[in-house]
Nanobody, 126 residues
Framework: QVQLVEAGGGLVQAGGSLRLSCAAS????????MGWFRQAPGKEREFVAS????????YYADSVKGRFTISRDNAKNTVYLQMNSLKPEETAVYYC???????????????????WGQGTQVTVSS
């Protein structure tokens, strides 16, 4: 069992930055692929970024490439999402997700993940 707790959301002006964190419990964190998703009001959940268990490979949605960075610290059981140059349309609840035993792959589809956090609100003002 893995429990995920996100933090770091808040209100930021357009063009600003936020760093989200996701603290995981459970002994298997280091073997899990991890991902970030987001869901805006009235919209479907969408993939943002994913990282393999070692952190050696990452993958991003086209809309965030070059602005967002996913990283992880397995010693701290934590995954991060650094978000720069934020846009108002990126206002959403951001969710952390874990794929148990994800190995050396990244995953972009929600149902591929086994565990989800409760989400953290990110609001970008114009």
């Amino acid at each position: 069992q893995v429990q995920l707790v996100e933090a770091g959301g808040g209100l930021v002006q357009a063009g600003g930055s936020l760093r989200l964190s996701c603290a995981a419990s459970g002994r298997t964190f280091s073997s899990n692929a991890m991902g970030w998703f987001r869901q805006a009001p009235g919209k479907e959940r969408e993939f943002v970024a994913s990282i393999t268990w070692s952190g050696g490979n990452t993958y991003y949605a086209d809309s965030v490439k070059g602005r967002f960075t996913i990283s992880r610290d397995n010693a701290k059981n934590t995954v991060y999402l650094q978000m720069n140059s934020l846009k108002p349309e990126e206002t959403a609840v951001y969710y952390c997700a874990a794929k148990e035993g994800g190995g050396s792959y990244y995953y972009t589809i929600g149902w591929e993940y086994d565990y989800w956090g409760q989400g953290t609100q990110v609001t970008v003002s114009s």
